[in-house]
């Protein structure tokens, strides 16, 4: 099974950019798929992002369309989340993880354990 590390969180003010990475260890990633997801106090866990390995397809939240971007650097075994135009509603903890599909992933939401430790994007207004 694959393990994943989120880095690269911290304080932004509001309409900056962070460039998150997902560090993979125990498996090669190009046949996974990796998502991120974000919870912020008081709310459930949500996806924000989702790539396909194989074939680099991508997926997005309807608000993370536009501003944020999923890639991979599979020489790397590592995923990227860049965010730009950050709002204060984007604070959240983001977690990443990787399993065969993007629904699998989709489908693990409320799993805590499996998202691992998360980092921290805190955007001020």
């Known amino acids: 099974q694959v393990q994943t590390v989120a880095s690269g969180g911290g304080l932004v003010q509001f309409g900056g950019s962070l460039r998150l990475s997902c560090t993979a260890s125990?498996?090669?990633?190009?046949?996974?798929?990796v998502a991120w997801s974000r919870q912020a106090p008081g709310k459930e866990r949500e996806g924000v992002s989702c790539?396909?390995?194989?074939?680099?397809?991508?997926w997005y939240l309807e608000f993370a369309k536009g501003r944020f971007t999923i890639s991979s650097d599979n020489g790397e075994n590592t995923v990227y989340l860049q965010m730009n135009n950050l709002k204060p509603e984007d604070t959240a903890i983001y977690y990443c993880?990787?399993?065969?599909?993007?629904?699998?992933?989709?489908?693990?939401?409320?799993?805590?354990?499996?998202w691992g430790q998360g980092t921290q994007v805190t955007v001020s207004s």
């Open positions: 790539i396909r390995l194989s074939d680099d397809r991508t």
């Open positions: 993880a990787a399993d065969y599909s993007c629904p699998e992933l989709a489908s693990r939401m409320r799993e805590t354990s499996f």
């Open positions: 125990g498996s090669d990633l190009s046949s996974y798929s």
